[in-house]
């Protein structure tokens, strides 16, 4: 089945570390996104890539990092600068960067620093 | 600005009632709106999407949505709320590069 795979579904990290959450799709979709969710703040957009080796800034890109060597995978590195990494780490894919497109989301990585 | 404003942050409703949860966006251009559900801990389904045409579409799991330009909204309406559509629902607009979130809406369903 198509889809959206996020891994891990938990992840705990010590306060310094950098922690890596994998997403995979094999909808064969150009764009990919990530996205942070708080309670009461809605999603908050991170970073977006719209092709294979270009990605570009979200609204709360501080902090966070990614790569898109691949046209199926988008990983999100959360680094030790980000300074209240604890929330709900969300994924999606579109078909294309466009208006008439709706966005897929993966199940989620739950980040808890302890 | 482009922006999604849900009025309401958390609604009750008896099973079996009818439910309308309010959606308003802030956009220049032609809007193409979107409605997700999320249960705790998953991801978000996409209920049903506006994009162009009439202004009523209908989604899955018997939802439903009026665009109204004049009032720039897209309210979501169910005539007979089930237990599981207990949940957090989203209202999302799409610019070309981004999908704006409202802060979404928690439904409580009681018997």
């Known amino acids: 089945d198509g889809g959206i795979t996020q891994s891990p579904k938990y992840l705990f990290r010590k306060e310094g570390q950098n922690v890596t959450l994998s997403c995979e799709q094999n909808l064969n979709h150009d764009a990919m996104y990530w996205y942070r969710q708080d309670p009461g703040q809605g999603l908050r957009l991170i970073y977006y890539s719209q092709i294979v080796n270009d990605f570009q800034k979200g609204d709360i890109a501080e902090g966070y990092s990614v790569s898109r060597e691949k046209k199926e995978s988008f990983p999100l590195t959360v680094t030790s600068a980000q300074k209240n990494p604890t929330a709900f780490y969300l994924c999606?894919?579109?078909?294309?960067?466009?208006?008439?497109?709706?966005?897929?989301f993966g199940q989620g990585t739950r980040l808890t620093v302890v | 600005a482009q922006s999604v404003t849900q009025p309401d942050i958390h609604i009750t409703v008896s099973e079996g009632a009818s439910l309308e949860l309010r959606c308003n966006y802030s956009?220049?251009?032609?809007?193409?709106l979107f409605w997700y559900v999320q249960s705790p801990g998953q991801g978000l389904q996409l209920l049903l999407k506006y994009f162009s045409g009439d202004t009523l579409v209908q989604g899955i799991k018997g939802f439903e949505a009026e665009f109204k330009r004049s009032q720039s909204s897209f309210n979501l309406r169910k005539p007979s709320v089930h237990w599981s559509d207990a949940a957090e629902y989203f209202c999302?607009?799409?610019?070309?590069?981004?999908?704006?979130f409202g802060t979404g809406t928690s439904l409580t369903v009681i018997p």
């Open positions: 999606a894919s579109s078909s294309e960067l466009g208006m008439n497109t709706e966005a897929f």
């Open positions: 956009y220049g251009a032609t809007p193409y």
């Open positions: 999302a607009l799409n610019t070309g590069n981004q999908f704006y």
